[in-house]
């Protein structure tokens, strides 16, 4: 479907619209006649246009009226895009006639890439390519807009909106070669836009009795078609763009153009250089490596890929001479640009993305698992990150499952489940399994062959080691390694999960302060301060009042606001008391006109508030606090008695 907001983010994704929208417009006629003569080429042209369908359609309106308004490019020279030879062009292959564009005479020859036949020259020297065949124009087309980014070293790349795209492909300045007007006057990118706006509008509006879901419907994950050179089965559907900058074949040193042997293997680098990330490693091989006699056939990063050697020749990455690191392997660098290495996600993402394609790949071509490293070639420590890091592991299992995704593709069928294995799972061994010392073949020793059907416990992490993936388990014949399979088939079986892990045990509630109960104060206010006071009795203040000592532990029976500790029109202080929250108490004030109050640590800070009595319950008498003694002096009584509770109100907080 035609993809509107691509068209400011990124032109190559503004993606496909429908064969019916094609045929609607090349079948409507226009100003400028009836059904375009592209009409019967509409199904071949749509095919070739792939996931750019909408865009080339919307240029091909503004071009020249989809191949009506021709003046120098005629409907039968098959260039309804108005494409001009490259003359620098690698793939510029085939000798062609350049003909006259109003004799319709050959005047000389030119090299045109290979599926052209010739070109087109008009009186001032501007050349169109021709074609036999419209589809092939649009395959021309979608190679030099997205396909190829080496097209014109590079041209398109920069460029990201719609507008960066055609500023590129019909620069102002230039005189359009149909109408002869300077581009600018053609409002070329106002023409495209406002197609793709109708294409999106009658794609809403199909109302098709029988609706085809589209496959990607739901799917978060785009999906990405590449014909990769060399590659058996079609286009590789990948998660992310693989692009191609296929290496010129005259550049020997780097592209041999050996057959690569079989059986193939698949083998990871990584490009050891923290500076750059895959299109400008791919684009230094495509340039000639700086004259070195290396090469690889992908690069890859955390958000696109590049093909540079067809995956059916020989390229030089190994390190090992004529060896099968070279002469069978299938190769890929991943980039390992610092801001891709130091983040972890982004780190992740890049080795996944190696490792889908390279297992993909490694599938069509039948590679033998596993996946191999640099290392396994020669002695050097590729891919370093992931080898330090401890994730060639996970490379592998993505690797792994990849691989079996797309042989499951090839054949058919939905991808098979893929067996997870936990620490704590039972599995049981359905070949005769070798019980090793550690993980690995070589000097290992073999406690004991496992005979098919032996139970197992695995006991602790997956190791890999000389090519296979390794679980240590517990067994009755003893504690060891078993190796999981080889070649995608599976040795063992999960015959029992882990058991449950246990659920957290519930927190021992804490236990309530064992508070000893209050005795009444309304009777000690009434009638008794004396008696029931703990410190130096009934103080007379310079106002008045009455206070006695307490050190209490209150509890608020409603919402109260406190307020200053001065005795004279106290003001609201701080936020209020809830009902609820305990406070402590140090004296209690015996009010002659108002109600009485208690003063109180305002929220457990060292400063003093007053709330009013009536709004209290009394929890705790302080001196009854167990192992509690009163000193001489009431200052010291203070502290130690406030700090007592202090602890009791922590102890009790929630
Ligand atoms: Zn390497």
Same mark, same amino acid.
């Given at each position: ?100 564009? !109003? ?43 997205? /396909? ?94 693989? !692009? ?18 079989? $059986? ?28 070195? %006699? ?54 992740? %993402?890049? %080795? ?46 993505? #690797? ?63 190791? #890999? ?5 390794? @679980? ?36 021992? $509630? ?87 109050? #208690? ?8 400063? #003093? ?14 001196? @009854? ?14 502290? /130690? ?14």
């Amino acid at each position: 479907m035609t993809n509107l907001s691509a068209v400011t983010s990124d032109y190559r994704r503004i993606g496909r619209t429908t064969l019916d929208v094609w045929t609607h417009y090349l079948s409507e006629p226009s100003a400028n006649g009836g059904a375009s003569p592209l009409l019967p080429h509409a199904t071949a042209m749509w095919t070739e246009a792939g996931e750019h369908s909408a865009l080339c359609l919307a240029q091909m309106k503004l071009e020249n009226d989809f191949a009506r308004t021709g003046i120098i490019i005629q409907p039968e020279d098959g260039n309804p895009l108005s494409l001009r030879p490259w003359i620098e062009d690698p793939r510029a292959v085939r000798t062609g006639d350049v003909i006259d564009w !109003k004799t319709r005479k050959r005047v000389r020859t030119l090299k045109v890439p290979p599926y052209a036949v010739g070109a087109v020259i008009a009186s001032d020297g501007g050349m169109f390519l021709r074609f036999d065949d419209p589809a092939m124009c649009v395959r021309e087309w979608r190679r030099r807009i997205a /396909d190829d980014p080496g097209y014109k070293h590079g041209v398109y790349l920069p460029a990201k909106s719609l507008r960066d795209f055609l500023n590129i492909y019909a620069p102002p300045g230039d005189t359009h070669p149909v109408t002869g007007l300077p581009n600018e006057n053609t409002k070329y990118y106002e023409v495209v836009t406002t197609m793709l706006e109708r294409f999106a509008a009658m794609e809403a509006d199909d109302t098709s009795p029988d609706p085809q879901p589209d496959p990607q419907e739901g799917n978060d994950m785009p999906t990405y078609r590449t014909v990769i050179p060399g590659l058996p089965g079609g286009p590789l559907e990948t998660s992310f763009p693989v !692009k191609l900058m296929i290496v010129p074949a005259w550049r020997t040193n780097n592209r041999p153009g050996i057959k690569a042997r079989t $059986p193939r293997l698949s083998v990871q680098h990584e490009t050891a250089n923290s500076g750059t990330y895959a299109a400008a490693e791919a684009n230094y091989l495509y340039n000639g490596a700086g004259g070195r %006699q290396a090469s690889w056939h992908f690069t890859v990063d955390d958000r696109e890929g590049y093909v540079t050697i067809p995956v059916d020749e020989v390229a030089w990455q190994a390190g090992d001479g004529s060896g099968p690191g070279n002469y069978n392997g299938v190769a890929c660098e991943l980039a390992v640009h610092r801001d891709i290495v130091n983040n972890p996600t982004r780190r992740a %993402q890049s %080795q996944k993305n190696a490792a889908e394609l390279m297992g993909k790949v490694g599938a069509r071509l039948n590679a033998t698992p596993p996946a191999r490293q640099h290392a396994n070639f020669m002695n050097k420590n590729c891919p370093a990150q992931m080898r330090n890091r401890g994730e060639s592991n996970r490379y592998v299992d993505w #690797w792994h499952h990849f691989y079996q995704m797309e042989k499951a593709a090839m054949d058919g069928k939905p991808a098979p489940e893929q067996p997870v294995f936990y620490i704590g799972d039972t599995i049981k061994a359905l070949v005769p399994l070798n019980l090793r010392q550690r993980a690995g073949t070589g000097n290992v020793p073999v406690i004991a062959t496992l005979p098919v059907g032996t139970q197992a416990v695995i006991n602790g992490p997956f190791e #890999w080691k000389d090519g296979y993936g390794w @679980l240590p388990v517990e067994t009755s014949y003893g504690n060891g390694f078993v190796a999981m399979g080889e070649n995608g088939v599976l040795w063992i079986e999960k015959v029992k999960d882990r058991p449950a892990p246990q659920p957290e045990p519930e927190p021992e $509630p804490e236990p309530e302060p064992q508070y000893v109960p209050a005795r009444p104060i309304p009777a000690l206010l009434e009638t008794d301060l004396k008696k029931y006071d703990t410190a130096e009795g009934i103080t007379t203040d310079d106002l008045g009042q009455d206070f006695i000592f307490v050190a209490d532990v209150i509890e608020f029976t409603k919402d109260t606001v406190a307020a200053q500790f001065a005795v004279k029109n106290p003001k609201p202080v701080k936020a209020p008391y809830h009902a609820g929250d305990r406070a402590i108490a140090a004296w209690l004030v015996k009010s002659q006109d108002t109600d009485s109050w #208690w003063y109180v640590l305002a929220g457990g800070d060292d400063e #003093w508030v007053r709330v009013p009595y009536a709004n209290t319950k009394r929890v705790s008498d302080a001196p @009854l606090l167990p192992g509690q003694e009163w000193g001489e002096s009431e200052e010291a009584d203070v502290s /130690d008695v406030i700090n007592a509770l202090k602890d009791v109100l922590d102890d009790s907080a929630q």
